[in-house]
């Protein structure tokens, strides 16, 4: 049974951080692209970043370069995200996604697997 699982969610004051992370069974993980995208509450579901099966290719959302880093370990088959100075416009449900190709899409069709989602919440 494929099973993407996202944690680390939470609330953080602004300029916080936390670490999310995306845990992957039921399939080939060192095969597949996986994406972080969020949606904020009335708002279209958007990429935040990605990475790809290769390693060879990162993919980061132009409101977040520089405060967020994604990381993935093949051997515990995760994907990591790392955000540092977090904002209120930051604040979304989290999710993670799979897709079966080397290559990273910010079409969200495009991807094979989701997790549930972690709340992150960021305000004072």
């Known amino acids: 049974q494929v099973q993407l699982v996202e944690s680390g969610g939470g609330l953080v004051q602004p300029g916080g951080s936390l670490r999310l992370s995306c845990a992957a069974s039921?399939?080939?993980?060192?095969?597949?692209?996986i994406a972080w995208f969020r949606q904020a509450p009335g708002k279209e579901r958007e990429g935040v970043s990605c990475?790809?099966?290769?390693?060879?290719?990162?993919y980061y959302l132009d409101s977040v370069k520089g405060r967020f880093t994604i990381s993935r370990d093949n051997a515990k088959n995760t994907v990591d995200l790392q955000m540092d100075s977090l904002k209120p416009e930051d604040t979304a449900l989290y999710y993670c996604?799979?897709?079966?190709?080397?290559?990273?899409?910010?079409?969200?069709?495009?991807?094979?697997?989701w997790g549930q989602g972690t709340q992150v919440t960021v305000s004072s």
């Open positions: 996604a799979a897709r079966r190709v080397r290559y990273c899409s910010a079409y969200e069709s495009s991807y094979d697997y």
């Open positions: 990475i790809t099966s290769s390693y060879g290719s990162i």
């Open positions: 039921g399939f080939t993980f060192d095969y597949y692209t």
